[in-house]
């Protein structure tokens, strides 16, 4: 805006407020005008009212009374970020006018962008408003040649509609290119000549939401007539309906109006200031009595209004809805919604169980009806640099065959397969070939540089990803495993403990399996007592045979025969358990005496380091700085570059001129202990690092396409192949890649391995247990009356219930002579009552042989004093 017309504006401003004394003023129309324009209604308390000054660097919040009919522009930013967003790109060029009116949207619409994870803001072009043809063409031309196709336009009519005609001429509005712009275009498409309109073709705009209404359609008809009579001369087809800023303007008109009504402002009311010596008009600018009460009825005016509902929130104007227009042919089209409370809608005013979260069809520049993708991999059209590093040693990684100055050099390598893989799956061609970059100490930083440089645009290779290289290019995500440790040679372990057949169980497993070898017994005695001879006896043998029985299961030795169906499921349950427990120990404990006969040399980094050994690297690998930091010597630290190098240096360790480990990362260990199983070990810890990645520039659009294949390839069975072809079978030397805490050894067996079992049999010997005490409390329940009426008659010491416990135990204690066992015996003794006494000895409680040949239910036994503590036997 030239300082002229800015002058003039605030001379009539200046005018109004000193000779008018106007108790508001409407206008004008644009911010940089209505900023200066609000300072002097500020100065003379007269509300300024614009339904024009979109820019949010002019805020009510700073000069109190100004306030917006209008729209600001920083409520567009989130329309554009959702568009942005709904079409997936995710990098965009803003160009904007050099204005506050250009300005006043960036911070806005940085944040709603990255709110939404949509696209980032890779460049902003400030276009001065008065810019030159040339100029405009040296700055299309710039655009031109970046990979990204997606422009956000935020200018005033006439600045917009030049920048697309020189866009046009630039090739800028062919296929592949989208242009996104606010509604300084989309609310004066009606206005824009067809010159203009046909090199717009394909844009897509924003433009406030109207809804057309009766008042509306009549407020348009009385427009049109009023303009036909004000201009005989123009043609009736030009005549179009009034803007939105028309509407506005309307509204803003009504709501002055309603307002000072409503505070009833009388005329002229205007405070001269009391001045000895005004110097300027400024000190001469009297304030209004008024204009106080005056704001505060605007503020307060709600109504519906032509553009909708007229409502001031913190002084400004609120949309409730921005339309998505694609401007085709002599017009615009429109295609969608924008709310705040839906966001994206292909319709309004539909039942919510239809709402459709997309736009409708949009035809795009170059008349394409596919979506743009929003960015090339190459801007010229040029075949892409994809640098690969040429390697002395690991070409299992990266292998460059033959000269490297070659036009057509074969590279191959895991690295390479991958990424073939990765660039034959995505979803558009790209056309690349490989150039060797010459191996150095510093061949890596160096081949980051060349990336971020410009001199390739891609690097593909074992290159991992670290925060020094994340600064200079952007990474993938990583297609290998991450971290780096060390490796070391092995020895014979010639110092096996000689308690080494305990290790196997852990010492809660040992102790549980121990109380349930014990309650096992004791549940098998308990149902066999009365009915099996054989679980009968002084109480020591008792005693004995409940351990004896039990343990003898280990080895499924026991020959006691069960008589009862309660105590056979117990045991059968009891071997299945033992059964598994004994195997499982079994492999254990082989495992450790094979395992474990080869031992690590060195087993910790701080042994290294108190010992002052050697160690050795990766030539050119960021490893080195990494020791270095954790406090190992330079001048102790060996540099190699193959895997032979690798063994050959552990195979001689420190005191014969070799090394006692190796740090690299993992892939490479995983490489080379694939290749020498025997002899070398990891050990120690792993310290993390991001893996491989592949390079590219910073911003690349690319980078989120690559990292996607590279997940699918990981989540498919197409990696686990190219990884087979290369470092063969996985899991090969799982020992020595397992190393000393790392998976490959033996674990001890804990209780919860066994858990389960423990709670299966432990659930059927509770409940046999307590079916089989039901049983004998009701089977038995006359002669324990009988038992228990003669405790109480009786004159003994203790309490009842002491005597009633031992009775019952008593009762307990004898024979089941309903038993079939019993039963079978009982009838062989009255018809070989002679044979059956001698061929069943009784013994008193001393030991010794008593009286043979009495009647088998006369020899009962009990536990109870005297010659009682013997059982029948």
Known sequence: MGLKILFFVVVA????????????????????????????????????????????????????????????????????AAILAHFGWRAAVVLHEDSPYGTGILPALADALQSVDSAAIVERVAVPSGAHDDALDALLYRLKAMPTRVFVVHANFRLATRLFRRAEEAGMMSDGYAWVVTDGVGGLVDRISPEDIDAMQGVVSLRPHVELTSQVKNFSARFRARFRRDNPASDDDVINDPTVTRLWSYDTAWAIATAAEAASVPGRAFQTPQRSRALTDLDRLGVSATGAALLRAVLNTTFDGMAGRFKLVDGQLQVAAYEVVNIIGNGARTVGFWTPESGILRDLNVDRAKVERKLKPILWPGEALSQPRGWTESPNGRVLNVAVPMKNGFKQFVDVVGEKNSTTPKVTGYCIDVFEAVMKNLPYPVNYQYVPFPDSPDSYEMLVDQVSGGEADIAVGDVTITASRMHEADFTMPFTESGWAMVVATRPDTSASMWIFLQPLTTSLWLTSLAFFCFTGFVVWVIEHRV???????????????????????????????????????????????????????????????????????????????????????????????????????????????????????????ANGGVDAVFDEIPYLKLFLSQHCDGYMQVGPVYKTDGFGFVFPRGSPMVGDVSREILRLAEGDQMARIEKAWFGEPGTCRDALGGIGGGGGSSNLSFRSFGGLFLITGVVSSLMLLLYVAIFMYRERDELREAEAAAKAEAGSGSVPVRKLRVLLQHYDKRDLKSPTFRTWNDDSVRNGSDYASRTPRWNGRGEPAERGRQLGDECWLFAGGDAGVGDQ
């Open 13 to 80: 401003a200046l005018d109004l407020i000193k000779n008018a004394q106007v108790q508001a003023i409407i206008g004008p129309k644009t911010s940089a005008e209505a900023e200066f324009v609000a300072q002097l209604g500020s100065r003379a308390h007269v509300p300024v009212l614009s339904y024009s000054a979109t820019s949010p660097s002019l805020s009510p919040a700073q000069t109190p009374y100004f306030v917006r009919t209008a729209a600001k522009d920083s409520l567009q930013a989130t329309p554009v």
């Open 532 to 654: 099996n001879p054989e679980f009968r006896g002084t109480p020591s043998q008792q005693f004995g045979l409940i351990f004896y029985f039990a343990f003898s299961t280990l080895v499924f030795a026991h020959k006691e025969k069960l008589e009862s169906n309660l105590s056979r499921f117990v045991v059968i349950i009891w071997v299945f358990v033992v059964l598994i427990l004994t195997s499982s120990y079994t492999a254990s404990l082989t495992s450790m005496l094979t395992v474990q006969q080869l031992r690590p040399t060195v087993t910790d980094v701080k042994e290294l380091q108190r010992r002052g050994q050697f160690i050795g690297y990766q030539e050119g690998s960021f490893i080195e700085p990494l020791l270095t930091k954790m406090g190992f010597d330079e001048r102790k630290m060996k540099k190699y570059s193959t895997l032979e190098q690798y063994a050959d240096a552990l195979s001689k360790g420190s």
